[in-house]
């Protein structure tokens, strides 16, 4: 197997980033999960931004974000993040912007008043979500497409098999109601989703899950190459 090349990319472009993201105390999945492709995307001035904290409820296998335990705790939705957002998208002046979140499970409604904030006061930009499954209630999903994304994203990860082994408290087929709800409720909104490879899945279970996407209404799917952000986390 070749070694995965890095990107070249400049220490101060990565800086200026990391910089506006401190002077709006925001957080970047990028960062929190050790993203390795973390420099390309910084070098050209993007970032997927994270909401509702930088720990989450949830340990999945393949994910460095910290996670709720006896040293971390869990705080309180920041009222102000959603405008800091906003602000930083227009002062970066991108033209998409990602949102996402830890997984907030602790929380009543799981966060999604937190989506939907931070989508209505971003604006002359496309607004692409990734969420959590919010369990497939639909009361919380609608929270999140009332709001207007132009795309949602929710990422079944990996094949069905590995479902258990790859992601915390999570489910395949939850995974794929939540898109398919999405999908005949929102018709106007994109439905996305992705997964990984290298976890140990096989050719068919992929094409398995890419016809499961199909049919839950996914227009946008996207294959990733599974890198192991640290020792800890599941090989490739």
Do not use: W
């Amino acid at each position: 197997m070749k070694p995965v090349k890095k990107a070249s990319v400049s220490s101060s472009q990565i800086h200026a980033i990391k910089a506006t993201l401190r002077k709006h105390a925001l957080h970047t999945v990028c960062e929190e999960a050790h993203c390795p492709n973390l420099g390309e995307c910084f070098s050209r001035g993007t970032a997927t931004f994270l909401i509702l904290g930088n720990v989450c409820t949830r340990q999945c296998k393949f994910c460095n974000v910290k996670h709720e335990s006896s040293e971390l705790k869990l705080e309180s939705p920041d009222l102000s993040e959603p405008a800091s957002v906003a602000k930083m998208v227009a002062e970066l002046k991108l033209k998409h912007v990602v949102i996402t979140s830890v997984t907030r499970d602790d929380l009543p409604d799981e966060g999604a008043n937190q989506f939907a904030k931070t989508i209505g006061l971003i604006k002359g930009v496309t607004i692409e979500v990734l969420t959590p499954d919010f369990h497939a209630k639909p009361d919380l999903i609608d929270i999140v497409c009332r709001a207007g994304p132009n795309i949602y994203n929710h990422n079944v990860e990996t094949v069905r098999r590995l479902t258990p082994l790859v992601r915390s408290n999570a489910d395949y087929d939850r995974s794929l109601e939540v898109l398919k709800y999405i999908s005949n409720n929102h018709p106007n909104i994109i439905v996305k989703s992705g997964i990984m490879v290298g976890l140990g899945e096989k050719r068919e279970e992929v094409l398995e899950t890419l016809k499961d996407l199909y049919n839950a209404g996914c227009k946008i799917v996207t294959i990733g190459q599974y890198l192991a952000p640290s020792k800890k986390n599941l090989p490739v």
